[in-house]
Every structure is written in C-alpha cells, then in structure tokens.
C-alpha cells in the first residue's frame, strides 16, 4: 500500500493513479493524513474492500509529505558506517539521537531555503510508526511500523556544531525535512533492511549505498528508542545518512540557491527539491 498526502487529502497511490480515502471508504477515513496512522490496523484491513475505479491520473507536483504533523521526530547521527567513517568519528554503543522540530518538516517538492553559507544534504530512509510502542524488541519491531519514505535531514552545519554537541537547532530551520513522495508499507519492497538509497545535487551523484550499511537497524532502532519513550502512530525516525555529504568533501561542498537535490530509495520512489534563497 501506498498512502500519499495529495494537495492536502489523504490518498492511496495505485497502479500509478490516485484514489481520494474520503471518498472510497465513503466517509469512513477522512482527509486528514497524519490521522491516517491512528488507524492504520484498520486502514490494513480495509483497504482490501474499496471499489478503487474512480481513480485520477497522479501529477506529482501536488504531492505533500505524507507525514505532514508528527508528534515526535527522532533522527540518528552516525548510523551508516561510511558516514561515520567519513566523519572521523567512531561508532557509538548507543543510537545517537537528536530530534527535528517537527515545523521544519515539509514535502517532497517542497524549496529548501538556504539558511546559511554552510547547508548540506543528508539522505535518509524515513520511517514512519503505525502504532504506540514501547519496550518493543527489535524482533517485533517492525510489526509496529506504517511505512518508510524518502527524506532530507537538511542541515547548517555551522549552526549545528556552534552550540556544542546539540545538533537539534541546525536541523531544524524551517524546510530542512522534506518527507515523501509517499509512503510504502514494509510489505511492498524487496528486501525492507536492504535498500539502495542515492543523492544527487544537480545531477552529480553525492551519495550512494544500502541500508545494510546502518550501525543500529531499523529494528534495533524502535527497540532502543522504545525502551526509552513511547513512540506513538504517526511519529517520525530519520533513521541516519549513508556517506557522501557535502561537509566532509574534499574540498566542502554546500548548497546554494539553485541548487537542484534529488534523492531516492529503491522501491519508494523519488523526491525533488530546489534550493531557496533564505527566508
Ligand atoms: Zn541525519
């Protein structure tokens, strides 16, 4: 199943096409995405009854994030071996969490405004909880979550290492979290612990490598987290970037207005963001 945020409704992607929830389930599901994950044992079961003929043709430019309103946004530092590797850094014992207000979240045709001289692209797998959990183990883990999706933890870098070790704040600026084009429930892709994920900006390929490359799986991340909060439905983990990120190039690379970054993850599909001037 693929749900997508389409200009603001709640929608299933199929066969290329989109159907509008609302109306399908004739009221049952409304159109409000993020609500979606409150329900989503239900939406499971019930999806399989829609008469889904009355679809329209998918223009992708109306495509909002498809997790538009989170109550929490975990991201992990250091968690893909190159990444640390690329950074000098060594592999830490336990995930290196920090949090993405959940305003600087946005959509995957959504502008990245260039809020500094030093913005960077990180390419992440993001995934998205279809129930509460808590003290999970990470062989159930994946029992508790909706759907993974493409993302962008944008960051300014230099914002991110001014205040010491809290990276929140640098993360953070408003458009530094496009999410989308939608999202893919475990089941529809090969192999959910092996995905190709690749960054371009303006058509050089910056990033490219596999999930199995992580520190902390996704597994081992909802069981790590869960053993310290509650993650409920709906909320969102970044679950780290792979290497290849402007500030460890040689020499740094970052953003600037124009700049053009394409990210994608085998088996969920492709987002496009243009970079801004600053807001
Ligand atoms: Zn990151």
Sequence with gaps: MKIANYNGR?????????????????GHFGPDTQ?????????????TSFDVSSSQELDITKLWSPVPAPRQVFAIGLNYHGHAAESGATLPSIPATFT????SLSGPNDPIPCQGPTVDWEIELVVVMGK?????????????????AVG????????????????????????????????????????????????????DRVQND????????????????????????GDVIFTGTPAGVGVTSHPPRFLAVGDVV???IEGIGVMTNTVIPAL
């Design 100 to 103: 993405k207000f959940p305003s």
């Design 210 to 233: 596999r999930t199995s490359d992580m520190v902390f799986s996704v597994s081992a991340l909802i069981e790590e987290l869960s053993k310290v909060t509650t993650l409920w439905p």
């Design 35 to 47: 609500a979606l994950y409150e329900r989503f044992d239900e939406l499971r079961v019930a999806v």
């Design 262 to 264: 394409r990210s994608e």
């Design 132 to 148: 509460a959990a808590r003290h999970v183990p990470a062989s159930r883990a994946w029992d508790f979550v909706a759907g993974l």
């Design 152 to 203: 962008q933890d944008i960051s300014e870098r230099t914002m991110q290492f001014a205040a010491g070790s809290q990276f929140s704040l640098g993360k953070s600026c408003e458009g530094f979290g496009p999410i989308g084009p939608w999202l893919v429930t475990p089941d529809e892709v090969a192999d959910k612990d092996n995905l190709e994920l690749t960054c371009w900006v303006n058509g």
């Design 10 to 26: 709640a929608s299933l992607i199929i066969d290329g096409r989109v159907v509008d929830l609302e109306r399908v389930s004739r």
